[in-house]
């Protein structure tokens, strides 16, 4: 087990045969048969393929951490567990026998809790309802003082005492909102919790809080199912890790066995920074000039410049103001204040139109939301920025627009031969080229501005949107990306600015960008 | 000024009362004294209204508040009119019954086709509102039904208590087990949580299908007792006859509070604001002003509460006071307080 | 050329597929399948092809086809439908015959300006403030009636003057109607195809969140859609007056319905974004040969209803995207 130094359990490749479908892989890791284990397991979206052939174990009376990059499977795994999503091919056995995860009910009903990664709270509902929701220990008439009782306890639990019951949960802070999605898993009578990024948007007090909560599960000799991308927590309070890249299992380890560096390379596979295109670092002259702004509610007096051929990261947890300010550069936010400048000529806030016609365009990480047409053709996606330019007297010339949709799409790295698809047949990684390409192209290089490039996208497009990025610096553009992916953000910028509850809190260049000092400002700034 | 209306309109159910007793006054100040507002035989009237308006404005009201849009209240209303006056010669009680039963299957017809096929609900109720108002018109052969039992007809009216009749009571009972199921069980919360958030419903396990199904069927079901009795009570049932229910009923459950976007609203919400435009109705026909007011009262209702709920409405009033020159919120706190920490460059 | 995704078919790239808007699947083929048969079926009933039959067929068409047109604006900017459009198809007939004494242009000029007006303040009202479209339409169908009441008394309007009558006319060898239906439709589709305007409606509809975070305002293409409905519906209305000569609330009775089952049956999507002109036509026709034979083969009106419907939600259902 040591050899190598590495403490890794190789697990077979394939592992197929249904008579050994519920027997434990790593017997000799862990006491005990597993409560709950996956054979085989395969899972896509469309054209992505999120888990491959997938074999893991998890055991009760411990706290085991999923770890590995984004996109390599992990929440995937997990809402299969959780029977919200459903696995195109495999087993999973829960206690020993085989079962189908066909929907959550019925993970519920075999005693699996999650608390899933997208935040899964209903904002017109008051604290009680939410914790109950979809419970199956309520009956038809729920029994008010039982559920009141037993909401509080779970919420005191997490030091949460201070949640009324009764409000609304629209009107609670995202990590407050956390906080209530973890109490709702806690009052389910579960065997296995799953908890899918808990803390990304919690304070340190609280994520106390919550480790304590989990060791006393831990104790309860019931299982946890940790995903994480901060490895301290790994390191802290997880008994084993499972690592997963790529949609495949990596390898199971003791995290008394492992250290840092090592489950660094077993999630990446590579050496760090060979997915992220070399820095640029060329202090141009700045294009963009951001100057007290605010946003009621969203962002305090944040101040920034973008050199032109330069990436400039703003990183911060999930509701830091780091999307705000990106929204606000974009247009998209009405009431801001503050100067924004281009090319030192001031732009007003407030206008999308106005934006673009300051050569500012605008990359959503939502995709369907927000970024593309996803019911109109690839053609009609790249050039929907260019109609103004491409029409004479609002009459529009289709060889003209052919022509620049192929130019487009050789630019942002889509598939030429596939202008007439629809957007929605496309990945994901191949939707976000064509958001990009949709803002690239103009006669001169201006800002691009970027919520969260790459959510949802598989490492290997992921690398290609970097590259394009980087790309684009060197045409002279200026790139102001917000994400909460410190990796990315790290692997990516060249210049990092951080932000926590809405304030700006330190800014970083060159080599003074060290992973330390970013996760410091962007949990808990004022220490 | 703005803090207070907004704190009133946030309290999306207290609304419609509060502008019912704002038009009870105001009808009080231009009934000039004759006394002919705060009278028996009006409150009979606007129950009578609220009977009609109430059973579709409910049905339309909480598939609203599921996140969808009941368009074929109209056809089924109609349907089911015609569905009772034709098969409760007899006895009524069984007509009433077929009706309802027309009702229900109506909504879990559509219901199945929309979750089955996953298409969004105005579609499919759209389809739904045409076949079932063609389906009235093969019925009943497109010519008006006579009801041949007047005693049940001039029954359903007939003052009870002075103020109600069993057509009122009916609509009022209906409202009282909608209010009690939404808010006291788990079925009530879980609807609302589905209009509210539709993803985080799946994910903590609601079946959301079943929940749209259901509301569906429910919708189908009062439509369909408001539609039987309202035929019974004017012994007659034609295809045409009620058509126009669709809009005061939308009307009612907007006013009420009930959000097109879902998860917001509930049933005394709505009871509340087909009061107002009953109210509306027949304060201003005591009052004498010709039956077109209806007409300019209901558009103003939809205008106001349309443009009020209007995902945009906050933008363009920050820009509108932004150019007459107001400044239209106080700037946040200086940059004093904010810790900023430079880091050396390289 | 590297392609992340798994290559997918190529689309046939056709002038017929690019008209469509839609690619050519399986529920096209259901409808190109039913659409023969309809066809089939009408020419073996018997009386079916006698030119009589035929015109007075294609003139009712006519009328609700400017108004479908017109809703297909609608429907593709993604605002699904306008409940007032009948409304003010009435309303513009009254305006038509109360100022045709003037002259027949100042009265074709005060049509199209009202009808226009009326349901581009509706797009202003949905665009701007981003309420939903069947509120406004409701609302906007209440006060059009009210307002009509209040100002006819309910009465139809009866001049005395033939000023319109030219209307009616034949030009060459079409019904004059379908002439003017035949112009709105291909006027609408260029416009839908080949103007900018027309791609931003194609935008705003399919996501009009997108289309705002690339630099468009959503609101002034939902106006002009509605515009654009208006006046499609100024067509029909004008049309319908100067046939019955007189203007009158009775005459748009049941066009918005009429009309969003053309939109529909033909294929454009309901939540907009996909759909076209040529398919409302043919949506339109379609729906009419359905009655027309249904006439002739002795059914009732109320026949005709119901088939509507039921060809309606068969429309929608052929629209199902798939289980996520």
């Known amino acids: 087990m040591t050899s190598a130094g590495l403490a890794m359990h190789a697990v077979p490749e394939n592992q197929r045969t249904e008579s050994a479908a519920c027997a434990g892989l790593s017997a000799s890791f862990f006491p005990g048969s597993p409560i709950l284990s996956v054979r085989d397991l395969s899972k896509s979206f469309g054209a992505v393929n999120a888990l491959k052939h997938l074999n893991a174990d998890f055991y009760s009376g411990e706290i085991q951490a999923i770890c590995g990059e984004n996109g390599a499977g992990k929440s995937t795994l997990v809402k299969i567990l959780a029977g919200v999503d459903r696995p195109d091919t495999g087993t999973t056995c829960f206690d020993g026998k085989v079962c189908t995860l066909s929907s959550s009910k019925e993970a519920q009903r075999l005693g699996i809790a999650m608390v899933a990664q997208e935040l899964s709270v209903c904002p017109d509902l008051s604290v009680l309802d939410n914790i109950w929701l979809g419970s199956m220990d309520v009956p038809f008439l729920p029994r008010r003082k039982d559920l009141r009782r037993r909401a509080a306890e779970a919420l005191s639990l997490l030091g949460a005492e201070h949640i009324a019951l009764n409000a609304t949960v629209g009107q609670l802070t995202i990590g407050e909102r956390q906080l209530v999605e973890i109490a709702r898993m806690l009052t389910r009578n579960a065997r296995v919790f799953i908890l899918d990024e808990p803390t990304a948007t919690l304070s340190d007090n609280e994520i106390d809080r919550i480790f304590v909560a989990l060791a006393r599960i831990k104790r309860q000799g019931r299982s946890v199912i940790y995903i994480t991308h901060r490895l301290a927590e790994v390191f802290r309070i997880c008994d084993s890790v499972t690592v997963l890249r790529n949609g495949e299992m990596v390898g199971v380890s003791r995290t008394a066995d492992i250290d840092r560096k090592k489950l660094i390379e077993m999630m990446l596979g590579r050496p760090f920074i060979e997915m992220y295109p070399e820095h640029g670092y060329t202090e141009g002259e700045p294009i963009l000039r951001i100057d007290g702004l605010c946003v009621p509610g969203a962002v305090r007096d944040f101040s920034a410049v973008v050199p032109r051929g330069d990436i400039v990261c703003i990183a911060g947890q999930v509701g830091s103001g780091a999307e705000s300010v990106v929204r606000t550069v974009a247009g998209l936010v009405y009431n801001a204040t503050g100067s924004v400048r281009v090319n030192g000529n001031p732009m007003r806030l407030g206008s999308a139109e106005e934006a673009c016609q300051h050569n500012i365009h605008f990359v959503s990480g939502d995709r369907a939301e927000e970024g593309i047409f996803s019911s109109l053709s690839v053609t009609d996606n790249l050039v929907a920025t260019r109609l103004r330019a491409l029409s004479r007297f609002g009459f529009l010339n289709p060889k003209s627009l052919q022509a620049e949709a192929l130019r487009l799409a050789g630019w942002a790295g889509v598939d030429q031969r596939r202008l007439r698809a629809r957007a929605d047949d496309l990945s994901g990684g191949n939707q976000q080229k064509l958001a990009f390409g949709r803002c690239l192209g103009g006669t001169q290089a201006g800002v691009l501005v970027l919520i969260e490039p790459t959510r949802g996208i598989d490492i290997g497009a992921r690398a290609e949107i970097y590259q394009l990025m980087r790309g684009l610096c060197a045409e002279g553009y200026g790139l102001l990306v917000a994400s909460t992916d410190l990796e990315e953000v790290i692997g990516l910028a060249d210049a990092i600015i951080t932000m926590y509850r809405s304030r700006q809190v330190g800014s970083y260049r060159g080599k003074a960008i060290n992973m330390q000092d970013i996760m410091a400002d962007i949990t808990h700034p004022l220490k | 000024m703005t803090g207070y209306l907004r704190a009133f309109f946030a309290n999306r159910t207290a609304r419609p009362f509060a502008v019912l007793v704002l038009i009870v006054i105001v009808l009080g100040i231009g009934d000039d004294g004759h006394g002919r507002v705060l009278t028996t035989s009006t409150a009979y009237d606007v129950l009578q209204q609220f009977a009609t308006i109430g059973p579709v404005a409910l049905a339309l009201g909480l598939s609203m508040m599921v996140g969808e849009f009941d368009l074929s209240v109209g056809g089924i209303l109609s349907l089911a009119g015609c569905v009772a006056v034709m098969a409760g010669s007899g006895s009524p009680a069984a007509g009433l019954l077929l009706a309802v039963t027309v009702g229900a299957l109506g909504g879990l017809l559509q219901g199945t086709i929309m979750t089955w096929l996953n298409l969004s609900s105005i579609g499919v109720t759209l389809g739904g509102l045409l076949t079932f108002g063609g389906l009235s018109y093969f019925l009943t052969g497109n010519t008006t039904i006579g009801y041949d039992r007047l005693d049940v007809a001039l029954g359903v009216n007939a003052p009870l208590l002075g103020i109600f009749s069993a057509r009122s009571l009916t609509a009022i009972i209906l409202f009282l087990v909608a209010t009690f199921v939404v808010s006291w069980t788990r079925f009530g919360r879980d609807l609302l949580a589905v209009g509210s958030d539709r993803r985080a419903a799946t994910i903590v396990g609601i079946r959301v299908d079943r929940i749209l199904i259901a509301v569906f069927v429910i919708s189908g079901l009062l439509t369909a007792i408001g539609g039987g009795l309202l035929s019974y009570g004017l012994a007659a049932a034609s295809p045409t006859a009620l058509a126009d229910t669709l809009v005061p009923g939308a009307a009612a459950a907007i006013l009420g509070g009930v959000s097109l976007s879902g998860g917001k609203g509930r049933p005394i919400g709505i009871a509340g604001g087909v009061l107002v435009l009953s109210m509306l109705h027949s304060g201003l026909t005591a009052i004498g002003v010709p039956p077109f007011a209806h007409w300019i009262v209901t558009a103003a209702v939809l205008f106001t509460v349309g443009i009020l709920d209007g995902e945009e409405l906050s933008r363009r009033v920050y820009s509108f006071r932004r150019a007459v020159g107001q400044r239209p919120d106080t700037p946040p706190p200086s940059a004093s307080s904010i810790l900023v920490r430079q880091q050396a460059d390289h | ?324």
């Open chain 3, 1 to 324: 050329m590297n392609s992340i995704g798994g290559q997918a078919s190529e689309q046939p790239a056709s002038v017929v597929s690019r008209l469509w808007s839609i690619r050519l699947d399986k529920a096209s083929l259901i409808q190109g399948i039913a659409a023969v048969a309809v066809v089939i079926f009408a020419v073996s009933t018997p009386g079916f092809l006698s030119a009589t039959s035929i015109r007075s067929l294609l003139t009712t068409v006519s009328f609700v086809g400017c108004v479908a047109v017109g809703m297909t604006f609608i429907t593709l900017s993604g605002n699904i439908m306008s409940f007032s459009i009948g409304a003010s198809m009435s309303a513009t007939t009254i305006v038509f015959m109360v100022s045709v004494v003037l002259g027949l242009v100042p009265a074709l000029i005060l049509a199209f300006l009202f009808c226009a007006a009326l349901n581009g303040i509706q797009g202003w009202l949905i665009g701007v403030f981003r309420a939903n479209p069947l509120i406004i339409s409701m609302a906007a169908y209440s006060m059009i009636i009210g307002s009509a009441i209040y100002i006819t008394g309910g009465r139809g309007v009866y001049p005395l003057t033939n000023k319109a009558n030219i209307l009616t006319a034949n030009i060459g060898p079409l019904p004059g109607p379908l002439a003017a239906f035949l112009f709105v439709a291909i006027v609408g589709q260029l416009i839908l195809s080949f103007t900018r305007f027309g791609r931003n409606i194609y935008l705003v509809g399919a996501n009009p969140r997108a289309a705002k975070a690339s630099g468009l305002e959503p609101w002034r293409t939902v106006l002009w859609a509605y515009v654009a409905a208006g006046l499609c519906t100024a067509v029909s209305a004008v049309l319908v007056a100067a046939r019955y000569r007189s203007g009158d609330m009775e005459h748009g009775i049941g066009y918005e319905y009429h009309a969003i089952s053309a939109v529909l049956v033909g294929g454009t999507a309901i939540q907009g974004g996909a759909g076209s002109v040529i398919r409302t036509l043919v949506g339109t026709v379609f729906i009419a040969l359905m009655q027309g034979l249904l006439i002739l083969r002795g059914f009732g009106i109320e026949m005709q209803y119901l088939l509507i419907g039921l060809i309606v939600l068969a429309a929608v259902m052929l629209q199902w995207k798939g289980r996520t």
